[in-house]
């Protein structure tokens, strides 16, 4: 049983040809559509915008326009755009810039092709995905930007959209750092309905992604209900 009809759309951008080719050839032959490719980060952020891919491939080490400011840009430009970080730097720092960015997964280089095949899958449903070992330091991230002042409207705003009762339990999830596949396991409902409740929060509360997303809930003590 598959979730989409058509084949997610990929574009995968690195500064070194021969990498960049093996992966498009790689993800092209698994039954990805991969729509464009680009060796720098200019080049990166015009043909993301042209391509219109559902998950953006990305190194992080780009000449031009480093990998996590093509992040944000095309990610502020479509916020329905997945980005997947395929990096050679595990470094914390790297991790939780890109993350800051607008990253939905880090995968390292290491990572085998069916790994980053899953991992593209799985980031073209807004499914975070991380390398193992980094999961935690994100979510760790995640509370520490939650303890900052945050710029949106404050908690005590009379005019908060209301969430439903399950929209609420899903997001409470979501701040625990549980997976989509994990969430929707723990509820006993199927993974495209998490997807859907997720979509519908983020609409309602007006934000843009599952960093904000999670901010939001632990901002409101929801992650230690």
Same mark, same amino acid.
């Given at each position: 049983?598959?979730?989409?009809?058509?084949?997610?759309?990929?574009?995968?951008? *690195?500064? $070194?040809?021969?990498?960049?080719?093996?992966?498009?050839?790689?993800?092209?032959?698994?039954?990805?559509?991969?729509?464009?490719?680009?060796?720098?980060?200019?080049?990166?952020?015009?043909?993301?915008?042209?391509?219109? %891919? *559902?998950?953006?491939?990305?190194? /992080?080490?780009?000449?031009?326009? +480093?990998?996590?400011?093509?992040?944000?840009?095309?990610?502020?430009?479509? %916020?329905?755009?997945?980005?997947?970080?395929?990096?050679?730097?595990?470094? $914390?720092?790297?991790?939780?810039?890109?993350?800051?960015?607008?990253?939905?997964?880090?995968? /390292?280089?290491?990572?085998?092709?069916?790994?980053?095949?899953?991992?593209?899958?799985?980031?073209?449903?807004?499914?975070?995905?991380?390398? +193992?070992?980094?999961?935690?330091?994100?979510?760790?991230?995640?509370?520490?930007?939650?303890?900052?002042?945050? %710029?949106?409207?404050?908690?005590? *705003?009379?005019?908060?959209?209301?969430?439903?009762?399950?929209?609420?339990?899903?997001?409470?999830?979501?701040?625990?750092? /549980?997976?989509?596949?994990?969430?929707?396991?723990? /509820?006993?409902?199927?993974?495209?309905?998490?997807?859907?409740?997720?979509?519908?929060?983020?609409?309602?509360?007006?934000? $843009?992604?599952?960093?904000?997303?999670?901010?939001?809930?632990?901002?409101?003590?929801?992650?230690?209900?």
């Amino acid at each position: 049983m598959t979730e989409r009809q058509e084949p997610i759309r990929v574009m995968v951008v *690195d500064d $070194h040809p021969m990498w960049r080719d093996a992966v498009a050839r790689d993800l092209a032959e698994s039954g990805f559509d991969v729509v464009a490719t680009a060796g720098d980060g200019d080049q990166a952020v015009r043909r993301a915008r042209a391509a219109a %891919p *559902d998950v953006l491939v990305l190194d /992080l080490n780009l000449p031009g326009k +480093p990998g996590v400011q093509v992040c944000k840009e095309v990610v502020g430009a479509d %916020p329905k755009l997945r980005v997947l970080v395929l990096s050679a730097s595990g470094e $914390h720092a790297d991790v939780l810039e890109a993350v800051k960015s607008g990253a939905t997964g880090y995968l /390292l280089k290491s990572a085998s092709t069916e790994e980053l095949q899953d991992a593209v899958r799985r980031t073209a449903v807004g499914d975070p995905v991380f390398t +193992p070992g980094l999961a935690g330091l994100v979510l760790g991230e995640y509370r520490r930007l939650a303890s900052e002042p945050a %710029p949106a409207a404050e908690t005590g *705003d009379p005019g908060a959209p209301r969430l439903t009762d399950r929209e609420t339990e899903v997001l409470r999830l979501v701040a625990k750092g /549980l997976s989509y596949k994990q969430i929707a396991e723990r /509820l006993v409902i199927s993974h495209r309905t998490v997807q859907n409740h997720v979509q519908n929060t983020l609409g309602k509360l007006q934000l $843009h992604n599952r960093v904000e997303l999670v901010r939001y809930a632990i901002e409101r003590g929801l992650d230690d209900a």
